[in-house]
């Protein structure tokens, strides 16, 4: 990219002194952690409740095809609406809208957790889903226009993508706790404190700079975007019950498909657009968004099968369930803030994304080789470790990339197009591999059983064997699959991202020097 223009050009015209850059916040670092804490409410949400979801539906009579309305209900509306999220952010201002973010976000976990019935559960999760897509994008921009200096930007990064690598693998831990040794409503209450922590810090130690001018909200944009993205995300989530043929699920994605593109071809001509264009078109970010949603759809997949081989093939707990994902969260807690961070400001991100990516799928491609007897040690805790470092290399370049060169004004958009990419990811993978894993899962267990009633009477024991055989070999499918579009997420990353490392700060609010830095 081409440097800015050599004459300064301060307030009173051409050849002046330039402004004097504005001092950073003494108190940045505090209002990190309550960046931070934001950020881990509403990524381990999106887990938290699942190792708790057998006791919700028992207490509330939920039926097994109801049941997935606890997680469905969520990632609609967060997946959904992130882009208006991002946009409302850029127009009112972020602060605000974190605040906002935060009071509904807690009072919604509070209608989850006294919920009575099923229907006011779904409800409840589903408010959670509409304001954490106005958290979250809000919490990632404050982050982008608070730290401008190159080095701290790192560092902070180094957390927030640690939290959002291993914020998932914290929510089944934290889940299986709390299930266990409470019951399963604290899986949402637990957010109270929290957000109410993150509310206070965030009054005090947050600045955000209103928005001198604001455009109309593009509604049509709004109206094309956002229902492109609900009837995506939702067409994958009926994906995973009904198979990918049925005809519900196709016109969900054909549709879906068909209102984004009629979005894309909105936006290059609306007077105010809610995805500017030229934030997209930019090769680098470009990359790092399809880095981001190539990564998580093998993680998420690694999640679902992973806490079903633990507690359905080898009876863990749910509490034994959770803590054997420690050492995948601490990988990632390490690797984010000891390497990703230091190296950031000395070598290209793809020098981190494209190793990253690389070790997670070895790590993916070593728990195709489970088996049916208990083999933690020896099979998961070297994968999980594998795609720990994986994913803190990975993690936190793109998103360090996705939002670098963004003028402020874009931030919330840019922030909120990021956490799109995890969630539709998200969506995508669950519903993907779990399709390939238990129709594979199917066609063996029957062969099998075939097989064995040829040899002789099928009992029980039998039945069970073949069954769990059955099953871990879907997951050595689907979990392949998993490794293979790791690998994708390596060469795009490789191919696309061709940013250089920052050597200098950037002034808040320049970024035509913030984009000089990176690229």
Known sequence: MSSSPTSPRGPDGPGSAPAPAEPPDSRRWWGLVVIALAQLMVVLDATVVNIALPSAQRDLHMSDGDRQWVITAYTLAFGGLLLLGGKVADLVGRKRTFTVGLVGFAAASALGGAAHTSTLLF?????????????????????????????????????????????????????????????????????????????????????????????RLDIPGVLLGCGGLVAVVYGCSKAEPLGWADPLVLALLAGGVALLAAFTWWQTRAPSPLLPPHIIRDRNRGGAFLTMGLAVIAMFGMFLFMTYYLQVVLGYSPVRTGMAFLPLTAAIVLTSTQISARLMTHVPPRTLMVPGALLAAVGLFLLTFLTVEPAYVSHVLPAEILVGIGMGLTFMPVMATATAGVAPAES??????????????????????????????????????????????????????????????????????????????????????????????????????AADAIA
């Not at 922590?197 to 965030?202: R, V, Y």
């Not at 958009?413 to 990021?418: D, F, G, I, L, M």
């Open 123 to 215: 409800c409840a999760r589903a408010l959670q889903g509409v304001f954490a897509a106005v958290l979250a994008p809000s919490a990632l921009s404050l982050l982008t226009t608070t730290f401008t200096d190159v080095k701290e930007r790192s560092k902070a990064f180094g957390i927030y993508g640690a939290i959002a690598g291993g914020g998932s693998a914290i929510g089944l831990i934290a889940g299986g706790l709390l299930t266990e040794y409470l019951n399963w409503r604290w899986c949402l209450y637990v957010n109270i404190p929290i957000a109410l922590g993150a509310l206070a810090g965030a009054l005090l130690l947050l600045h955000d700079h209103r928005p001198t001018h604001r455009p």
């Open 412 to 513: 919330g958009v840019t922030s909120a197009t990021v956490n799109t990419a995890q969630q539709v990811g998200g969506s995508v993978g669950t519903a993907l591999l779990n399709t390939i894993a238990t129709t594979t899962s199917a066609t063996y267990i029957a062969a099998h059983l075939e097989s064995a009633a040829a040899e002789g009477p099928l009992t029980p024991a039998v039945r069970d064997a073949v069954t769990k055989e059955g099953v871990v070999h879907g997951f050595h499918v689907a979990i392949g699959w998993g490794a293979g579009i790791m690998l994708l997420a390596a060469v795009v990353s490789g191919l696309l991202v061709t940013a250089r490392a920052p050597k200098h700060s950037t002034p808040a609010g320049d970024p035509a020097q």
